[in-house]
């Protein structure tokens, strides 16, 4: 039997968001009309990240042509393309003085090259205003193209971020407009570039201990570098349920586990999610 979503063990209890930097930053990101993953995904880090003046930008509007059954962000017909977003998300990181951004996006399969021109412009944007800034980017997958990601990568982020969400068997139901090898190949592609790679999964969708470790696998034989292991949260009743809470002693478990095969960072935590703590990549790039 699924669980319901509201039935929560105290490990993923978490604050109510407050504090003067909190509001402060919901204030920037609302007067430069910007867009976070961290509101529009339902993040239930928000507070704790956004304390400490971080945020995760989320480029080319808040509406995606996809519509995974596990995903907050809103489904439907997206609006032009914002080409003044680069520079005002730039502003916002330079505001902020932030030493270690990230720049994700909704997926924008209507576009020809599903906006990697959106997410180099914002690249440069960036480090044009804050050199020492350092970026990672968390993109789609942009339905496969090596031009787009090569766009992408030519902009030179410190992280290229893709998630591989689940584990193959639940694609169909998870993400059926997504597809597990092609987004392997775009991190394998990604590495042999020489860019620093990383990914994430949900866990507590129903998959196996076993298939959790054969995604692993998959991963190290391209040497992704970085892996990222929460819990999936139901944000609604119309969303994939829950099918089991993930212990925090199991992600332990498998936090060793990663480092073990070779991963240089691993952060597997029942809240972590992917561009949870994201700046402690610097120690590793």
Not at 6 to 33: C, E, I, T, Y
Not at 116 to 136: G, V, W
Not at 138 to 156: K, N, R, W
Not at 204 to 227: A, H, S
């Amino acid at each position: 039997m699924s669980l319901n979503y509201k039935r929560r063990p105290h490990w993923l209890k978490v604050k109510v968001p407050a504090g003067d930097r909190f509001f402060s930053l919901r204030q920037m990101v609302h007067q430069n009309q910007l867009h976070t993953v961290c509101q529009s995904a339902h993040c239930p880090n928000i507070g704790e990240c956004w304390g400490r003046g971080t945020a995760t930008f989320m480029i080319l509007g808040d509406i995606c042509t996809r519509n995974c059954r596990f995903c907050a962000v809103q489904p439907g017909v997206p609006l032009p393309v914002d080409t003044d977003e680069p520079r005002r998300v730039a502003e916002a990181v330079a505001q902020l003085e932030l030493k270690y951004a990230v720049i994700t996006s909704v997926t924008r399969d209507d576009l020809s090259d599903g906006g990697a021109h959106l997410f180099a412009s914002t690249i440069q944007e960036i480090h044009k205003r804050l050199p020492s800034c350092e970026i990672e980017v968390l993109i789609p997958d942009f339905q496969g193209s090596a031009d787009a990601l090569q766009l992408v990568l030519d902009a030179h982020p410190t992280v290229l971020n893709h998630n591989l969400e689940t584990v193959p068997r639940l694609y169909p139901l998870a993400r059926p407009q997504a597809n597990y090898v092609r987004s392997l190949e775009l991190l394998n592609r990604a590495k042999k570039y020489g860019a620093t790679t990383k990914t994430g999964l949900m866990l507590g969708l129903g998959e196996t201990l076993d298939e959790v470790n054969t995604v692993m696998t998959d991963l190290r034989k391209i040497d992704c570098d970085i892996l990222t292991l929460g819990q999936y949260m139901q944000p609604g009743k119309e969303y994939l349920p829950i099918e089991r809470f993930v212990t925090p002693e199991e992600f332990q478990q498998l936090k060793i586990k990663g480092l073990q095969m070779g991963f240089k960072l691993v952060e597997s935590a029942p809240l972590v999610r992917s561009s949870y703590h994201a700046d402690e990549a610097m120690g590793i790039v």
